[in-house]
T-cell receptor
Framework: DQQVKQNSPSLSVQEGRISILNCDYT??????FLWYKKYPAEGPTFLIS?????DKNEDGRFTVFLNKSAKHLSLHIVPSQPGDSAVYFC???????????FGTGTRLQVFP | EAGVAQSPRYKIIEKRQSVAFWCNPI?????LYWYQQILGQGPKLLIQ????????DSQLPKDRFSAERLKGVDSTLKIQPAKLEDSAVYLC?????????????FGPGTRLTVT
């Protein structure tokens, strides 16, 4: 039972353009959502998060949007840079827990 | 500040053999997590420790997997006997208790291949 889904296993974007990574969830108890970035041979590193009381959170080139009614969130990277090439995981947690449920990841490739 | 350390980085074993992984969390981090990441999937929590006590091991296959955290610092995860489906990257993470959930810091992982 995959509670957090990333339906696009890969995405290729030209440098300078916008990258949009999508994530869907099924558990209505989730109230906190995170994006992690993972380079090969390294552990995931936290990128940006959003609470369910918000619909948008921005940090520099990274913006996360949350649509609770659709149980959908997205990560926008503008402008995309070659160093952004990595696997991006969406994760969620329920109120009162610190247990993260991860999606399957999307591999982003930013080409010159 | 030193990060989460894990060893070995890579391990290849035959099925039915035993294997152990070691994790040293960030100094002062009382909470420690072990995750399993199978190729093409996201990390899945296996076990969570608070100091040397188990908080959540609901996803740990206890017939073959065991973990301990002696003295509330280092931790070892053991698989005995290993199966082909145990091939994965095993990630260790740590955090301070009571911190925001994103403040889990991950180690580089141990890639296990079972043949």
């Amino acid at each position: 039972d995959q509670q957090v889904k990333q339906n696009s296993p890969s995405l290729s974007v030209q440098e300078g353009r916008i990258s949009i990574l999508n994530c869907d969830y099924t558990n209505s108890m989730f109230d906190y959502f995170l994006w992690y970035k993972k380079y090969p041979a390294e552990g995931p590193t936290f990128l940006i998060s959003i609470s369910s009381i918000k619909d948008k959170n921005e940090d520099g080139r990274f913006t996360v949007f949350l649509n609770k009614s659709a149980k959908h969130l997205s990560l926008h990277i503008v402008p995309s840079q070659p160093g952004d090439s990595a696997v991006y995981f969406c994760a969620a947690s329920a109120l009162g827990t610190d247990k993260l449920i991860f999606g399957t990841g999307t591999r982003l490739q930013v080409f010159p | 500040e030193a990060g989460v350390a894990q060893s070995p980085r890579y391990k290849i074993i035959e099925k039915r053999q035993s294997v152990a992984f070691w994790c040293n969390p960030i100094s002062g981090h009382a909470t420690l997590y072990w995750y399993q990441q199978i190729l093409g999937q996201g990390p899945k929590l296996l076990i969570q420790f608070q100091n040397n006590g188990v908080v959540d091991d609901s996803q740990l296959p206890k017939d073959r997997f065991s973990a301990e955290r002696l003295k509330g610092v280092d931790s070892t995860l053991k698989i005995q006997p290993a199966k082909l489906e145990d091939s994965a990257v095993y990630l260790c993470a740590s955090s301070l208790p009571g911190t925001l959930i994103y403040e889990q810091y991950f180690g580089p992982g141990t890639r296990l291949t079972v043949t």
